[in-house]
């Protein structure tokens, strides 16, 4: 005699709940432009637009973008939209094959600095590991094309490491006209493979400021660390000294912020970095011998960058505390 069925009960699978987002401290809250600076803001976005240009404001989704574009200052991205590496904290798109760069995004480029009327200028760029020679050449004429136009604005160039080329980047700083060399490190070198693409390395960035500093011992070289993403406090000193020994004069430090759910890309936020923290990095560097040191949560590596060049030339401290007093408790 066979057995009764059994009807079992439907039940609704359970709902896939995504872990919350850790909540961002206090510190690390920003404040949107209004009246003056809102039009300013309006002012460097139509720039922008109307030059068909990219920022790494807008493209690594920089917290400081309101502030920075509030006050008529931008950090202009060249050579493409696209990058050719796949940085774990990077929101730039990633292509193996990007297009070509624009011929004439130089003239834009200058075209938009002196819209602006721009005293100093940050160029920064993505890697064209695609390109014979990185991009250096590309990365040459926006520098030309700025100064041609606009010979007495300031120009700091933050360069790729074009792949361990020496002679590119030799060919790059021969006689450029630049106030600062700057090239990040990103992490500190025991984070290297997990932060960044395999490309890219601590020593490699570490010889490219250097070279560039043997090649153009008349321009200050710099560069920036990001804290936040499984380091130790120790490993940034160590970091801060190998990057001083290297003779780089200039230097930021900031916290990471996962530009988008940490999956399989992007790296979660290991830690928030307290305020005071960032005031001890700050006292270290400058005790080492660094002539300019911004470091704050907010810091990026083109905060306020005229200024620290500024600092660095008079060894005076011009620029506003990076870290408020009433952040430290």
């Known amino acids: 005699m066979s057995e009764p069925a059994v009807t079992l009960p439907v039940v609704d699978p359970l709902p896939i709940v995504e872990a919350p987002r850790r909540r961002l401290p206090e510190w690390l809250r920003v404040n949107l432009p209004a009246g003056r600076a809102q039009e300013v803001f309006n002012v460097t976005q139509g720039a922008v637009a109307g030059n068909q240009l990219h920022t790494v404001c807008e493209e690594a989704r920089c917290p400081n973008i309101h502030d920075c574009w509030a006050r ?72 030309e094309a700025v100064h041609s136009r606009l010979p007495a604005t300031g120009i700091e ?28 490190v990103e992490c500190v070198p025991r984070l290297d493979k997990v932060v960044r693409d395999p490309r890219a390395s601590f020593a490699q960035s570490l010889e490219v400021l250097s070279r560039a500093r043997q090649l153009r011992p008349d321009i200050p070289t710099k560069s920036s660390l990001m804290v936040g993403v499984g380091e130790t ?53 400058r005790e080492m011998g660094f002539k300019g040191v911004a470091s704050g949560p907010l810091v990026r590596s083109s905060y306020r960058a005229e200024t620290l060049l500024e600092e660095a030339r008079t060894g005076l401290r011009i620029l506003p505390p990076a870290v408020e007093l009433h952040q430290l408790g």
């Open 72 to 143: 008529g200052t931008a950090t202009f991205m060249v050579a493409g939209q696209s990058c050719t590496r796949g940085c774990r904290f990077c929101s730039v798109e990633t292509l193996k094959a990007p297009p070509l760069p624009d011929f004439d995004e130089p003239e834009r480029l200058a075209d938009a600095v002196e819209r602006l009327k721009l005293d100093y200028v940050v160029i920064t760029v993505v890697n064209r590991d695609d390109m014979a020679d990185g991009g250096a050449g590309h990365y040459r004429r926006c520098v």
């Open 157 to 184: 160039l933050l360069s790729s490491d074009l792949a361990g080329n020496w002679d590119s980047l030799a060919a790059l700083v021969d006689g450029i006209p630049l106030s600062v060399f700057a090239h990040n």
């Open 233 to 285: 406090d120790e490993e940034v000193v160590d970091a801060m000294r190998q990057l001083h020994t290297a003779g780089v004069e200039l230097l930021t430090l900031g916290q990471y912020l996962a530009p988008g759910r940490p999956g399989t890309r992007f790296l979660p936020v290991d830690r928030y970095v307290e305020p005071r923290q960032f005031l001890e990095y700050e006292m270290i560097a």
